[in-house]
């Protein structure tokens, strides 16, 4: 089951239109940053930064795609959240992978880390539904490694944009859905394979926040 939902991703979404998937998201990041909306992101965040700042952290996981196989990219992120609409923060990310690359003729592993900031703002909030942008940049490193030697390493640079929705099921649950793009700079005469790719997210969301509201209320 889990197989034929990557092959429908690989081969049906992403893989046939990578220029139109990209070019998409970015003409998605440019209306949403025109003149005016930055005006109203601007007047919003000049809003939010004066609320008390609430700290957070949270695993991150999204499915995204090296060389057209699927892949997995987990991560921890903390930060601060001002009122509930804008989150600031730092991240650390690494790849998952059962993708085993050729390198001087045999199979190696392709291993990934990086240190990241980011954005998260939420520009829609109508319940049930909520819409938030993600932008995060990132440096790191990509390496091909067999036994835990490393043959082939660079130094990599990371930009990746997010939409995505969520629709609040119950009091206390969501589910979310979102697409994006990764964007990778690296030395491919070093690490030979295709990094920039599409990203998705799907989750499941529990509203901690209320949780603890109404425990506390009690």
């Known amino acids: 089951m889990k197989k034929n939902i990557n092959n429908f991703f690989i081969y049906k979404i992403f893989s046939p239109y990578p220029t139109l998937v990209r070019t998409f998201f970015l003409a998605i990041f440019f209306n949403l940053f025109s003149i005016n909306f930055s005006a109203q992101f601007i007047d919003s965040i000049s809003e939010n930064i004066y609320s008390n700042p609430v700290f957070f952290i949270k695993i991150d996981t999204r499915g995204s795609f090296v060389s057209n196989r699927h892949v997995r990219i987990n991560g921890i992120k903390g930060g601060v959240c001002f009122n509930e609409q804008l989150k600031i923060g730092v991240g650390y990310n690494w790849l998952k992978t059962n993708y085993l690359p050729i390198y001087n003729g045999e199979n190696v592993n ?11 703002y939420i520009f829609i909030k109508k319940k049930p539904f909520e819409f938030n942008a993600n932008v995060q940049i990132a440096i790191g490193n990509v390496q091909y490694k067999q ?6 390493n660079s130094i990599a640079f990371f930009y990746e944009q997010s939409i995505t929705a969520e629709y609040r099921v119950l009091k206390y649950l969501g589910l979310g859905f979102g697409l994006g793009y990764r964007f990778v700079v690296y030395n491919k005469t070093a690490i030979n394979e295709k990094l920039s790719a599409p990203v998705y997210i799907a989750r499941l969301k529990l509203y901690f926040g209320d949780i603890y509201k109404d425990l506390k209320e009690k």
């Open 110 to 120: 392709l291993k990934s880390h990086n240190v990241s900031t980011f954005v998260d």
């Open 147 to 152: 036994n835990q030697i490393r043959l082939a």
